[in-house]
């Protein structure tokens, strides 16, 4: 099992620039990836951004330039530096862990984007 645990979410003004940070627990030495999912008010749950143990990343096109996803050394907490954040940006953001035996998601984090 891994644990996942969100922080760093709240009110932002647009523009703003937050960084959300996910810490992993458990299992750890399984994760081979984590990544950033958001899902904002009546839409389905999206793709935002994702790194490997290796440190290769992928990114969503609506965020890509905006975001960056980083990998702390311990390989245990996955970091989401968001920059130039617009009121469409506003969602709960979700952690995700990928192992060799399962795929794990945290409680999520509400980022509400607003003036």
């Known amino acids: 099992q891994v644990q996942l645990v969100e922080s760093g979410g709240g009110l932002v003004q647009p523009g703003g620039s937050p960084t959300l940070s996910c810490a992993a627990s458990?299992?750890?030495?399984?994760?081979?990836?984590m990544g950033w999912y958001r899902q904002a008010p009546g839409k389905e749950r999206e793709f935002i951004a994702i790194i490997t143990v290796g440190g290769a990343t992928n990114y969503a096109e609506s965020v890509k330039g905006r975001f960056t996803i980083s990998l702390d050394n311990a390989k245990t907490t996955v970091e989401l530096k968001m920059n130039s954040l617009k009121p469409e940006d506003t969602a709960a953001y979700y952690c995700k862990a990928v192992t060799d035996r399962a795929i794990y998601w945290g409680g999520g984090t509400l980022v509400t984007v607003s003036s």
């Open positions: 458990g299992r750890i030495f399984s994760i081979e990836a």
